[in-house]
């Protein structure tokens, strides 16, 4: 089961048992819930959210160098650079 499979699956699941909830298809007897219940969704969206700025900035923070990498691809430009001199191209 791919990611996009198990995300889509837990929030039909959520949005079934949310709707389910806020049409008292389930008697519930606690007026509190209610007050909660109606504005849940954007509350898990704006920390899904918050949940996926972090996560991308912590992955940004943690990035690393490939420091071979550069150095080979710095090679391979130089080599290239000699190649098209030989053959007559002026680089500037």
């Known amino acids: 089961m791919t990611k996009l499979l198990q995300w889509l699956s837990a929030a039909s699941i959520f949005f079934a048992i949310w709707i389910s909830l806020v049409l008292e298809l389930v ?5 509190k819930i209610q007050e909660v219940l109606l504005p849940l969704p954007v509350y898990l969206l704006i920390v899904f ?6 996560t991308i ?3 940004v923070m943690t990035f690393n160098d490939c420091d071979e990498a550069a150095a080979e ?3 391979e ?3 290239a650079r000699a190649d098209l001199t030989r053959k ?3 680089l500037s």
Request: proline share 4%.
């Open 27 to 31: 008697p519930v007897n606690c007026a």
């Open 49 to 54: 959210g918050c949940y996926s700025l972090a």
């Open 57 to 59: 900035g912590y992955r």
């Open 73 to 75: 691809l710095r090679k």
């Open 77 to 79: 430009i130089e080599e």
């Open 88 to 90: 007559g191209v002026k």
